[in-house]
């Protein structure tokens, strides 16, 4: 079923994926310039105004008179910048977390993977609700406090992989030179975990995603005015049965986007160790 | 067997332990938002909570209330003890997760069999495409949709509401929170059915003329349940944090009501009481899991513990 396509290796599907990403990503990027409207700007002529609407509201306005294209957009443009420090953050923590407890072996790695096994076994999602309720709903600390508990899976992946390569011989020899642990870490180490890692930070960005756009759905996330996919959407619900459009534009990017991840994600995973999870 | 709820004990005081920290943190009190409130009044209100007390003192009083199990008074409900509206929300939500759970359980292993048993590759493309489109859909994008077709437009059931938890209520939050976990149910014992069907002990059940039917439900499906019930773990977490959502959406009175507003009024009792019921639930279900894998699962039980 999986034939081998020329480019980069990826077949089909994770072809138009990456093809769905990148124009969403450009969309994100240099959409919200093209249309006459700004992100907050009130058209009281139009409001509520379905899609291919009057004055050039592609995507119709919401009960304020507010562009849904210019709104949605910017809103991914969030969405997507918050998904990807949010993973940087979780990568940071959870490779310099797993490389250590897989290079010092024994009881240390013990100890911090146990450690990864306890907080596995919290209700982090109640957790992240109370640290973005207690330190204040600022874009910032949301990308901090969503990377600062998703960074597990990484750090197992990690930890595996560097237990694997603690044992070659290119180390052996590092060690046998006399090289400081921490530069075997950094030079020796690191450069080789960058598969695996690659991988799993792909499939970290949509979960990150769907976490802030369900915290911006409860009111916890982005703030209006500005916008993002979760708070449009709760928006979009709150108004469904006049406008279901203000909820159905926003949806679809929000699915297309995470699905995209996925599908990217799981054909580069496949690329990289064919035997699967 | 007892060693191991045993072993629940030290988590349950690092969770306690680290909500309470955290909630203390944040900057603010349950009582700053009323402007009206005199100094003297609310010197007062503090006394009577014992928030003028040092953090210390205040962590040790709440440590030895909660191992009595009284989670302490509701600061911003009045009237309210954290353990009553806990009483209130919880048949709420254990009905709402139950019911997604075993929706999610049978329609995954369903749909998950059918597809690795499919004759038709298209019938398994298809399949695998929607359990892909399931998994990206969150609940609170599916909950708005269902109630906006089947309530708004088909008025087949009720948008919203909680009459006494009837059953038409029921259905549309019942959906919206077993669809995620039921895809990925779906996509994980397809994958574990494939690879047991191609095992010698399969070709032997077939080649000793057993109806296929009788080798799916008999050898293959005790074998692709050992992943499921790993998996039932993180699902359970999975729809518990999905009920807050779908309670919201739908207006049912469950666990999540009260929780993010308690949040936003530092209502420290009510935070903490809702975050250790959830916690401990997750925890049981994690315990229990382990405990069935073990059971179906010999080598579980005798080598390491996973």
Not at chain 2, 120 to 137: C, E, S, W
Not at chain 2, 143 to 153: E, K, N, S
Not at chain 2, 158 to 177: H, K, M, N, Y
Request: proline letters at 6%; charged letters at 15%; glycine letters at 10%.
């Amino acid at each position: 079923m999986r034939r081998r396509g020329p480019g980069l290796g990826l077949d089909r599907t994770a072809r138009i994926a990456l093809g769905v990403l990148a124009l969403i990503a450009a969309l994100a990027l240099g959409g919200p310039s093209l249309s006459p409207w700004r992100v907050d700007q009130l058209d009281w002529a139009h409001v509520g105004v379905a899609p291919f609407g009057p004055a050039a509201h592609w995507l119709g306005t919401d009960r304020l008179g507010r562009d849904l294209f210019v709104r949605t957009f910017a809103g991914a443009r969030v969405s997507l910048l918050i998904g990807l420090l949010a993973t940087l953050v979780s990568l940071l923590i959870g490779v310099a977390w797993g490389a250590v407890a897989g290079y010092a072996g024994g009881r240390l790695e013990a100890l911090m993977m146990r450690a990864v096994d306890v907080f596995y076994s919290l209700p982090y999602v109640f957790f992240v609700i109370v640290l973005t309720v207690t330190f204040g709903r600022s874009p910032v600390m949301l990308f901090v406090t969503i990377g600062a508990v998703g960074w597990l899976t990484m750090a197992r992946v990690v930890c595996a992989q560097t237990e694997s390569l603690r044992h070659r011989e290119f180390i052996a020899a590092a060690v046998a030179a006399g090289v400081p642990t921490a530069r075997i870490l950094l030079r020796h180490v690191l450069p080789n975990l960058s598969g695996p890692v690659l991988v799993y930070a792909t499939l970290t960005v949509p979960g990150v995603i769907l976490m802030e756009s369900f915290l911006s759905f409860l009111g916890l996330g982005v703030q209006e005015p500005a916008a993002s996919l979760g708070n449009l959407m709760a928006q979009g619900a709150a108004e469904m049965e006049a406008a279901p459009w203000m909820l159905l534009v926003p949806c679809t990017v929000l699915v297309a986007i995470v699905l995209a991840l996925g599908v990217l994600g799981d054909a580069l995973r496949d690329r990289m160790d064919p035997r699967g999870r | 067997m007892l060693g191991r709820v045993l072993g629940l004990v030290p988590t349950l005081f690092i969770i306690a332990s680290l909500a309470f920290l955290v909630a203390r943190l944040a900057p603010g009190g349950p009582f700053d938002q009323e402007q009206t409130l005199a100094p003297e009044i609310k010197a007062n209100l503090e006394h009577a909570y014992g928030l003028d007390r040092p953090l210390a003192e205040q962590y040790f009083h709440y440590l030895g209330r909660l191992a009595h199990g009284d989670l302490g008074p509701s600061m911003r409900l009045r009237d309210f003890t954290v353990n009553e509206l806990i009483a209130v929300g919880l048949p709420v939500s254990l009905t709402l997760g139950a019911l997604a759970l075993l929706l999610a359980l049978v329609g995954g292993l369903g749909l998950g069999l059918l597809a690795a048993t499919a004759r038709r590759a298209a019938v398994d493309r298809t399949l695998m495409a929607v359990t892909a489109l399931g998994i990206a859909i969150p609940p609170y994008v599916t909950a708005p949709l269902l109630a906006l077709v089947f309530g708004i437009y088909l008025h087949w059931l009720p948008v919203a509401g909680w009459e006494g938890g009837a059953a038409r209520d029921l259905v549309l939050p019942v959906i919206a929170l077993a669809l995620p976990t039921l895809a990925y149910l779906a996509r994980l014992v397809r994958a574990s059915a494939l690879e047991v069907l191609s095992l010698p002990y399969v070709r032997t059940a077939r080649a000793k003329g057993l109806p296929e039917r009788l080798v799916l439900v008999k050898h293959v499906l005790p074998a692709t349940l050992v992943p499921v019930l790993g998996y039932l773990g993180p699902a359970a977490a999975g729809i518990l944090a999905g009920s807050l959502v779908i309670e919201t959406v739908f207006g049912l009175p469950g666990m999540g009501r009260f929780l993010v507003e308690g949040a936003l009024n530092r209502d420290y009792p009510l935070v903490l009481g809702k975050v250790l019921v959830y916690a401990v639930l997750v925890l049981g279900l994690n315990l229990a899991t382990d405990l069935a894998l073990g059971w179906l699962d010999p080598r579980v039980r005798r080598g390491r513990r996973a």
